[in-house]
Nanobody
């Protein structure tokens, strides 16, 4: 089992920045691909960014490229999402997710989820 806890959400004005964290406990963190997803009210949960188990590769959705950066610190069992130039369209609950090795951009590809953290961007 892997337990995930997100933090760092909040209310920010358009153009501002936030950094989300996802703290993991349980099995070997460094063996898990980690991703961020988000879900806006009334919409499906969608992929935001992924980082491989070693941190050697990252992938971003087109909607956040150039603005969001995913990273991880395996020594601290923590993943991060640095969000810059935030837009009202980024308003959503942000979830971190984990899967053992492999890659995936669909929520069904992931076995473990955090409880989510709310990000609200005002215009």
């Amino acid at each position: 089992q892997v337990q995930l806890v997100e933090s760092g959400g909040g209310l920010v004005q358009a153009g501002g920045s936030l950094r989300l964290s996802c703290a993991a406990s349980g099995r070997t963190f460094s063996s898990y691909t980690m991703s961020w997803f988000r879900q806006a009210p009334g919409k499906e949960r969608v992929f935001v960014a992924l980082i491989t188990w070693t941190g050697g590769s990252t992938y971003n959705s087109d909607s956040v490229k150039g603005r969001f950066t995913i990273s991880r610190d395996n020594a601290k069992n923590t993943m991060y999402l640095q969000m810059n130039s935030l837009e009202p369209e980024d308003t959503a609950v942000y979830y971190c997710a984990a899967r053992y090795l492999g890659l995936g951009r669909d929520p069904g590809d992931y076995n473990y989820w955090g409880q989510g953290t709310q990000v609200t961007v005002s215009s």
